[in-house]
């Protein structure tokens, strides 16, 4: 969107993908730390382009502390977010820095189980109040047992993809209660990994794109994405294997070339992951861009959990459909 309305040329945009791949940081957050955009002007685009609310400093200087409490400190700091509001049918309002973030606003909305509106706000602005409310906060008011939960609840952060992380998200794909948080679990965590995730959804011999991860990814631009399911391809080959592929892209087949023009190229190794349902493949994952080592037997043990995460959420509903 910058680079189109003439905010970013395309160095710059290259300088920035280079930072957010190196160190991991949000897209807006590089733009602001390179120097390329004023913090007002790009809190002004963001607002215009993605029909969003504005958080003022006047609105972060008068935030009720019980909502602000919501999420705990550490995730508001690393995630440079803060909770605004509460409406009457449980919406909360959270000013980010970058609403771009989808990794952000999918931590945020994991940790408070409310439907989440986002809302920008200029960085400095944003961090000032998130130190006045949790950290000088905290020394004038008594720490609550809301305070106490909300700590323990937030984990810190382990090597993506690692063994670590395997083990953390199988429990995670237990507790899941329907398709989207099932989706939602595997992207989040894939995406801590690699640089750009795609789910595509399988039906009628066609893969389309459903949901995405990744800083150079827009969801709406993914979901226009189709994919012949029966033509050679890296996904008609795990499709008919039923086991995840990781290796090279090769590009000797038209879908495959096709598809890798359409992300600006593919370097390194790929995952290809299908997500099972008895005979059946729904759900196919694509991810690339990663400087992690991968383990074979866990991309497998990953795939068995949330295929077994799918059919545990189908049978309960046909049970309770059933049921008098």
Not at 64 to 93: F, Y
Not at 183 to 199: E, S
Not at 264 to 287: H, I
């Amino acid at each position: 969107m910058m680079s189109r309305a003439g905010l970013l040329t395309e160095p710059q945009l290259a300088d920035v993908e280079a930072l957010t791949r190196a160190q991991g940081r949000p897209f807006v957050e590089a733009v602001l730390e390179l120097g390329l955009i004023d913090e007002h002007r790009l809190a002004e685009f963001l607002q215009n382009k993605l029909m969003i609310p504005w958080a003022t400093a006047e609105v972060l200087d008068r935030l009720d502390r019980s909502i602000v409490e919501r999420i705990p400190g550490q995730l508001a700091r690393q995630r440079c977010v803060l909770p605004v509001s509460l409406d009457d049918n449980g919406n909360l309002t959270v000013a980010m820095a970058d609403p771009t973030d989808v990794r952000a606003a999918d931590e945020v909305t994991a940790h408070t189980g409310t439907y989440l509106v986002r809302a920008v706000a200029c960085i400095s602005q944003l961090r000032s109040a998130i130190v006045r409310y949790y950290d000088q906060g905290s020394e004038s008011r008594p720490v609550t047992m809301h305070d106490t939960s909300a700590a323990a609840e937030w984990e810190p952060e382990l090597a993506p993809l690692s063994a670590e992380a395997f083990e953390r998200v199988l429990p995670r794909l237990v507790a899941t209660t329907n398709r989207d948080e099932i989706t939602q679990v595997l992207l989040d965590f894939l995406g801590a990994g690699f640089a750009r995730v795609i789910l595509f959804s399988h039906a009628n011999g066609e893969l389309r794109g459903h949901d995405a991860r990744g800083s150079d990814l827009l969801v709406t631009a993914v979901k226009q994405v189709r994919i012949p399911a029966g033509g050679a391809s890296v996904f008609s080959e795990v499709i008919a294997r039923r086991t995840p592929h990781f290796g090279p892209l090769r590009t000797d087949t038209p879908i495959n070339h096709t598809f890798a023009q359409a992300l600006g190229g593919v370097v390194g190794n790929v995952l290809v992951l299908p997500v099972m349902l008895r005979d059946k493949t729904p759900l196919l994952v694509f991810a690339s861009g990663t400087t992690h080592p991968v383990d074979p037997r866990s991309i497998k043990e990953l795939a068995v959990g949330v295929s077994a995460a799918l059919e545990r959420h189908i049978v309960g509903q046909k049970l309770r459909a059933v049921r008098p």
